[in-house]
Nanobody
Framework: VQLVESGGGLVQPGSSLTLSCVASGLIFDLYAIGWFRQAPGKEREGVSCISSSSTGNTYYPDSVKGRFTISRDNAKNTVYLQMNSLKPEDTAVYYC????????????????WGQGTQVTVSS
């Protein structure tokens, strides 16, 4: 299983950015995909998850609810994270991961991880 993130960059506060996570080596529509982030000196934090295509449930913590939107395109084996109204505190390395099953869960359930993409929000 391989996950590859892209789309990070340097943006100003209030801007938008869309991250992509392309997966290979798995039957994509059967698996949940989560997005996490880790800032220097902080623990890894879950920012979104989308369950398998059979349910398509999505989850967001309060810190990003209403600003971030996760979606999946099974034809492209890709999950997107649309991030709007970005704040300096959103600065982190963003990772996508899969728990190797179809349900979103705790971070310790995620078995496969991408290499991460840097998002920096600064004026």
């Amino acid at each position: 299983v391989q996950l590859v993130e892209s789309g990070g960059g340097l943006v100003q506060p209030g801007s938008s950015l869309t991250l992509s996570c392309v997966a290979s080596g798995l039957i994509f529509d059967l698996y949940a995909i989560g997005w996490f982030r880790q800032a220097p000196g902080k623990e890894r934090e879950g920012v979104s998850c989308i369950s398998s295509s059979s349910t398509g449930n999505t989850y967001y913590p309060d810190s990003v609810k209403g600003r971030f939107t996760i979606s999946r395109d099974n034809a492209k084996n890709t999950v997107y994270l649309q991030m709007n109204s970005l704040k300096p505190e959103d600065t982190a390395v963003y990772y996508c991961a899969t728990p190797n099953h179809g349900t979103c869960g705790a971070v310790n359930e995620y078995r496969y991880w991408g290499q991460g993409t840097q998002v920096t929000v600064s004026s």
